[in-house]
């Protein structure tokens, strides 16, 4: 959540215009320079295998390919 709310990392990951899920536009940069500041892992293979272990699901058809989605996990609710 904390990656998503800052603007420092906006051209590289963001949430979506709805809120429901989330997209990484470059992946090598967002392994190169967020992981590190954020996560012990620095692959961006890693990373997404963490994602699914979280129950995140990643969208694979239609205009939000390549975002990820969890029904818990959502812009306007920090608290879930």
């Not at 051209?11 to 899920?21: A, M, N, Q, V, Y």
């Not at 293979?45 to 990820?68: A, D, I």
């Amino acid at each position: 959540m904390e990656i998503l709310t800052s603007d420092d990392h906006a051209d590289t990951i963001s949430w979506l215009p709805h809120g429901r899920s989330f997209i990484i536009y470059k992946k090598k940069t967002f392994a190169a320079t967020v992981l590190p500041e954020f996560f012990k892992a620095t692959k961006f293979t890693s990373f997404t295998r963490k994602l699914n272990r979280w129950g995140f699901t990643r969208v694979t058809r239609g205009p939000e390919m390549g975002s990820y989605y969890h029904r818990q996990f959502l812009r306007d609710s920090p608290e879930l």
